[in-house]
């Protein structure tokens, strides 16, 4: 009977305890280990996720050394800095739908490379004039899902006006809207100060396309605590390569000019101005109209 018992008793290795000495230091590790290699997840996550405010007003600015052959030419070795503008539609912290350009003049520049040579190059490298990409221009626009127009806050209607009366030719805006230390930042990684080398830069773009329509497509306003007063517009030209000025002589090409440009306010107006459109597209669309790539 004894010899039963005996039989029918526990069998198998004896259970080892859920929190042993060694349990606790291998749990601990692995626990460690997985904190330290989620933290840089999780500060790419917070530091990305911009609201509404941060994502709309996007003035990005970029270093970096042309270390690889590409798009721009085989490497060069050279550091240069870019400029692109952002102008971006969100929905619960994501964007889904964004217009962008970036200072694709001013990179080539500082590569040492010509703006309206390196256009001509690209449509040669792109297959010609007849299969190479094309610039953008409502033609070949996608209607994306933001369709709004922005705010009406008065800084962004403040700005809005004054490149209305800059393209209605009245430059005299400059010197009333401007402080006299104004800082501009145009096209081709270009920083003037003042009114008179800002109101060539403006009338250099004009001057090219006089009778071109121009439109705002788009305009933010904001004030916010312990911060100027700035605004975003996003505007277009639309028309014909008909006068003499940055782009050189008339060609009678139709062109289509996205713009953006950011100003900040100050006690003296409107001191300091971003703005940002795409020459080396404007280039290439005269060459691909005019047929001399």
């Not at 270390?67 to 964007?95: E, H, L, M, S, W």
């Not at 100060?193 to 109101?199: I, K, N, P, Y």
């Not at 517009?233 to 060609?251: A, E, I, K």
């Amino acid at each position: 009977m004894a010899e039963q018992e005996i039989m029918i008793g526990p069998r198998g290795p004896k259970p080892r305890k859920t929190f042993s000495r060694r349990n606790i230091f291998l749990y601990g590790t692995l626990a460690f280990i997985a904190v330290y290699y989620a933290i840089p997840l999780y500060v790419m996550t917070v530091t990305s996720l911009k609201g509404m405010p941060e994502i709309r007003l996007g003035n990005i600015f970029s270093p970096g050394t042309h270390t690889g052959g590409g798009y721009f030419g085989p490497p060069t070795g050279k550091r240069f800095v870019i400029r692109a503008i952002a102008d971006c539609a969100a929905i619960n912290n994501q964007i889904n739908d964004e217009w962008l350009i970036r200072d694709t003049a001013g990179l080539v520049l500082q590569l040492g490379l010509d703006p309206k040579e390196f256009a001509r190059d690209l449509i040669v490298r792109e297959g010609g004039t007849e299969r190479c990409v094309t610039p953008f221009s409502p033609a070949v626009d996608v209607q994306g899902p933001y369709k709004s127009r922005g705010n009406e806050n008065e800084w962004g209607e403040r700005l809005s006006d004054i490149l209305r009366r800059m393209m209605e030719k009245d430059f005299s805006v400059i010197r009333a809207e401007y402080d006299r230390a104004v800082q501009t930042e145009h096209p081709g990684s270009t920083t003037v100060h003042s009114w008179a080398d800002t109101e060539k830069l403006w009338m250099g773009l004009r001057a090219s396309f006089p009778s071109a329509e121009f439109s705002v497509d788009h305009q933010i306003g904001r004030e916010d605590p312990m911060l100027s007063p700035r605004a975003a517009v996003r505007w277009s030209l639309n028309g014909t390569h008909d006068g003499w000025g940055m782009f050189g002589q008339p060609t009678g090409a139709q062109i289509h000019v996205m713009g953006f440009t950011h100003a900040e306010f100050g006690p003296y107006g409107l001191r300091r101005e971003f703005t940002l459109f795409d020459p080396v597209s404007i280039w290439k669309q005269i060459f691909i109209a005019t047929g001399s790539a």
